[in-house]
């Protein structure tokens, strides 16, 4: 499925940031750098998620340096 990424401007309207697309990821560098999110997302079809918990992705970047490297890059 398909779902919008959002937030909203000072005047209270949506600003949108992008669609997402099956295997686009959404919420990583929140997971790492401990700050709540500032967007939202709406699913705008029948999607299927999957929930990475924060210390999984701390364990996979301590094994794998390169991974922090990559999200900073945005591949």
């Given at each position: 499925g398909s779902a919008l990424l959002y937030l909203?401007?000072?005047n209270g309207r949506r600003l949108l940031l992008d669609i997402l697309r099956p295997g686009d990821l959404i919420g990583e560098t929140f997971a790492f750098d401990g700050r709540p999110a500032t967007v939202s997302v709406e699913a705008r079809s029948t999607l299927v998620t999957?929930?990475?918990p924060t210390h999984r992705l701390?364990?996979?970047s301590v094994r794998f340096p390169q991974?922090?490297?990559a999200l900073a890059r945005g591949t």
């Open positions: 909203f401007g000072t999957q929930l990475v701390t364990d996979l991974l922090q490297l």
